[in-house]
């Protein structure tokens, strides 16, 4: 595992039990899984675009043109590596975002859980990702 990704593993497990809240942004009082990118982005302090104001749960591809919008992220085809953002969906519509950590957990803002938590990728939550996304250094 580079620096880097391990930067972006330990910006994410900072936020490891930090309260869901729908757009949170602030690490131990409330977080939703945008919040968790915009923290891990800001900790490695890449610039980045922050939206506000989107719903619960976005439609019409809202939150993949977000993610294609930032200029640190490139979405890849290759297997995921560890630091890796997955794009998740629950139903038909992309409304979530998960980080891939080193042992093969993920991490993210969870309104179920209640919190940001880490967790097994288990078959359910496999099929549950739409695509990946790599946190860029530098842009090209």
Known sequence: MTPHQAAII??????IETPFRHQGRIVGRALDCVGLGCHILSRLQLPYIDQQGY???PFKGQLESAIAGQP???????EAQPGDIFLMRFGREP??????????TIIHSWEQAGK???HDI???????????YRILE???
Do not use: N, Y
């Open 72 to 78: 640190h992220l490139m979405e890849v085809d290759d």
């Open 10 to 15: 330990a910006a994410a497990r900072e936020c």
């Open 55 to 57: 719903p619960r749960l």
């Open 95 to 104: 409304q979530h975002i998960a980080i891939l950590t080193d042992t093969g």
């Open 116 to 118: 940001c938590c880490e």
């Open 138 to 140: 530098q842009v090209p």
């Open 122 to 132: 288990t078959p359910e939550w496999r099929k549950r990702i739409v695509k990946t």
